[in-house]
T-cell receptor
Framework: DVKVTQSSRYLVKRTGEKVFLECVQD?????MFWYRQDPGLGLRLIYF???????EKGDIPEGYSVSREKKERFSLILESASTNQTSMYLC?????????????FGPGTRLTVT | AQTVTQSQPEMSVQEAETVTLSCTYD???????LFWYKQPPSRQMILVIR??????QNATENRFSVNFQKAAKSFSLKISDSQLGDTAMYFC????????????FGKGITLSVRP
């Protein structure tokens, strides 16, 4: 079974802190994605990566950055957390080259910024 | 650009009955893929069913089937014999067919199955 894990299920941080959300997948997938999920807004893509050290902006990249130094790990970084970044963050991965391939999701990290 | 619209925020169905969740989409691509994902309460999102746009036959996975109307750009999900475990949020999504494609999601619908 494909497994996507995220470093924390729940996280509470203060405004202005630097926050790292980690995601690890064990299926050697090339593609990895970070979404945020908010009530009434669905899932919105923040950043994605097609390969190690590669990254592409999604629909809402402002206030976020990412790092992919190893194939299995994709990190989301909030440089200076703000209250409007309180949300559920979902990581996903998928194999490359096949558009019909499903994305496999992690359990999510519920981040609260106070 | 692709857009996906789920206009119903929530639905409720009696156990063992059938329910249909609606989804419309828009795309400039001639070929694309459509998906329904399920997110149970406090659990991970999983794929329910997928459809390739060039295939006319509607996809089916056990109790789950789709009604794909390409001309109308409609992609509804039918759940037959609803079970309590079907209670979840359901997301409709689309992607283009190129390599390394990304998903565009709708806002989701909360489905409650009543015992």
């Amino acid at each position: 079974d494909v497994k996507v894990t995220q470093s924390s299920r729940y996280l509470v941080k203060r405004t202005g802190e630097k926050v790292f959300l980690e995601c690890v997948q064990d299926m050697d997938h090339e593609n990895m994605f970070w979404y945020r999920q908010d009530p009434g807004l669905g899932l919105r893509l923040i950043y994605f990566s097609y390969d190690v050290k590669m990254k592409e902006k999604g629909d809402i990249p402002e206030g976020y950055s990412v790092s992919r130094e190893k194939k299995e790990r994709f990190s989301l970084i909030l440089e200076s957390a703000s209250t409007n970044q309180t949300s559920m963050y979902l990581c996903a991965s998928s194999p490359a080259g096949r558009g019909i391939a499903e994305q496999y999701f992690g359990p999510g990290t519920r981040l609260t910024v106070t | 650009a692709q857009t996906v619209t789920q206009s119903q925020p929530e639905m409720s169905v009696q156990e063992a009955e059938t329910v249909t969740l609606s989804c419309t989409y828009d795309t400039s691509e001639s070929n694309y893929y459509l998906f329904w994902y399920k997110q149970p309460p406090s659990r991970q999102m999983i794929l329910v069913i997928r459809q390739e746009a060039y295939k006319q036959q509607n996809a089916t996975e056990n109790r789950f089937s789709v009604n794909f109307q390409k001309a109308a750009k409609s992609f509804s999900l039918k759940i037959s014999d609803s079970q309590l475990g079907d209670t979840a949020m359901y997301f409709c999504a689309s992607s283009h067919t190129g390599a390394n494609s990304k998903l565009t999601f709708g806002k989701g619908i909360t489905l409650s199955v009543r015992p």
